[in-house]
């Protein structure tokens, strides 16, 4: 049975090396947009699958520094994941209140929709700190394999919204639920500048 649980969080990481333009690698070059990670129109976002436990505790680093996150491609039964959304440059209103929103979509391997809501609040405050902060959407998802599951290829699609500015990003992410008889694991590290089972958490 799914189980969908949302709750608020507010959080963001300075800039540092980022580029106000784009994102970029910690050399300081500009990455080319991806079906994961995209910059149009002077706003970006970013679609992150991660498997590490600690996640929050990286984002909330007290030393300033930029976080890396181990991203998960494979995913093995009873593994937990998360699925983060960062964005960066949003637009402010006269209130100086910033308003994005998220349509997640979910799917099976199988082709059937797991989760599917549109508008969801990722972000309606006013704008702490410099607009080139990479800031984290409200909306985390998390997904635990479970018995019964199809193996094979999840989706997840998140088209963030700047309702302020009238840009929709849609991104794209996935990971594969394998048999742990024949599990393999397959580990990149993304840092930014840098579930059903999924629980989607506003």
Same mark, same amino acid.
């Given at each position: ?8 969080? %507010? %959080? ?14 910690? /050399?300081?070059?500009? =990455?080319?947009?991806?079906?994961? !990670? ?11 699958? $991660?498997?590490? !436990?600690?996640?929050? @505790? ?17 995913? &093995? *039964?009873? &593994?937990?994941?998360?699925? *983060? ?5 949003? !637009?402010?209103? !006269? ?5 994005? $929103?998220? #349509? =997640?979509? =979910? $799917? ?8 599917? @809501?549109?508008?969801? @609040?990722?972000?309606? &405050?006013? %704008?702490?700190?410099?607009? #080139?902060?990479?800031? *984290?959407? /409200?909306? =985390? ?15 997840? &699609?998140? $088209? ?15 990971? @594969? ?6 599990? +393999?694991?397959?580990? +990149? +590290? +993304? ?12």
């Amino acid at each position: 049975m799914k189980r969908y649980l949302f709750l608020l969080l %507010l %959080l963001f990481v300075p800039s540092g090396t980022l580029a106000v333009d784009g994102w970029v690698d910690s /050399h300081g070059n500009r =990455i080319a947009n991806t079906e994961s !990670q995209r910059w149009v129109g002077g706003f970006g976002g970013w679609l992150i699958v $991660t498997s590490d !436990q600690d996640w929050k @505790e990286k984002w909330n680093n007290p030393d300033g520094g930029t976080p890396v996150f181990r991203e998960a491609r494979d995913v &093995e *039964l009873g &593994e937990k994941i998360t699925i *983060l959304t960062l964005f960066k440059n949003p !637009q402010v209103d !006269q209130n100086n209140r910033v308003d994005i $929103t998220c #349509d =997640i979509r =979910i $799917t099976k391997p199988d082709g059937s929709v797991s989760y599917d @809501e549109n508008d969801i @609040e990722c972000a309606r &405050e006013e %704008l702490i700190g410099k607009r #080139d902060n990479v800031r *984290l959407a /409200h909306a =985390i998802i998390d997904f635990i394999g479970e018995l019964g599951d199809p193996y094979g290829f999840w989706v997840v &699609e998140v $088209t963030i919204k700047d309702n302020n500015a009238n840009i929709v990003i849609p991104l794209k992410n996935s990971f @594969e639920l394998k048999n742990t008889a024949t599990m +393999t694991r397959n580990y +990149t +590290t +993304t840092s930014p500048p840098l579930t059903r089972n999924f629980r989607v958490r506003l």
